[in-house]
């Protein structure tokens, strides 16, 4: 299967660190990205080739990929960070995107 | 600045057809792949299809191949999405996104979204 996995939700209090998943078989062997998406807006790359971050996005953001599993480290989360998360690799010739994970800072 | 600039959605009956421009402008727009995402009202993110930079190579998601047709006119730096026998399922915003030209596939870049509505 190359479907990827992402739970529906993550729930975080400001300040905390929010992991959020994305299960597939073999991800690991590709490199992973991922896109934030407010509520009304375009996706924004956060996290590409695993673990590298777009200039603009702040530090507090981390990746890492290995085996069937990518996850997206948020660290001192922070109330703007309440967005809705996406994974991203591909296989063959075919893009792939998980699920989508809808990160709440309470 | 790069920006991608889509156009075209609106409101089409069920079977009906559409064609989606991107013009694309701010880089070098014939070095990129450009694909195609949409998304659902309340749904997650999903791929449609790609050309690469000189438009001689596409590919097409299992679902839409065979309805969906992808191009490109450099000259114009714009990327068509042409989409026949709509459905309801079909309704969606549509984006333009540019693919890296860095390692691996990713996107760097998005556009605005069209939102495109099948519906009689």
């Known amino acids: 299967s190359n479907d990827l996995t992402q739970p529906p939700s993550v729930s975080v209090s400001p300040g905390q660190t929010a992991r959020i998943t994305c299960s597939g078989d073999n991800v690991g062997e590709k490199f992973a990205s991922w896109y934030q998406q407010r509520p009304g807006q375009s996706p924004v790359l956060v996290v590409f080739?695993?673990?590298k971050r777009p200039s603009g996005i702040p530090d507090r953001f981390s990746g890492s990929n290995s085996g069937n599993t990518a996850i997206l480290t948020i660290t001192g989360t922070q109330v703007l960070d309440e967005a809705d998360y996406y994974c991203?690799?591909?296989?063959?010739?075919?893009?792939?995107f998980g699920g989508g994970t809808r990160l709440t800072v309470l | 600045e790069v920006q991608l600039l889509e156009s075209g959605g609106g409101l089409v009956q069920p079977g009906g057809s559409l064609r989606l421009p991107c013009e694309a402008s701010g880089f070098t727009f014939n070095s990129h792949w450009i694909h195609w995402v949409r998304q659902g009202p309340g749904k997650g993110l999903m791929w449609l299809s790609r050309?690469?930079?000189?438009?001689?190579?596409?590919t097409y998601a299992r679902s839409v191949k065979g309805r969906f047709t992808i191009s490109r006119d450099n000259a114009k730096n714009t990327v068509y999405l042409q989409m026949e026998g709509l459905t309801a399922e079909d309704t969606a915003v549509y984006y333009c996104?540019?693919?890296?030209?860095?390692?691996?596939?990713?996107?760097?870049?998005w556009g605005q979204g069209t939102p495109v509505t099948v519906s009689s």
């Open positions: 996104v540019r693919e890296s030209t860095s390692q691996g596939l990713f996107f760097d870049h």
């Open positions: 050309i690469n930079g000189d438009g001689n190579v596409a």
């Open positions: 080739q695993d673990n």
């Open positions: 991203q690799t591909w296989d063959s010739s075919t893009v792939l």
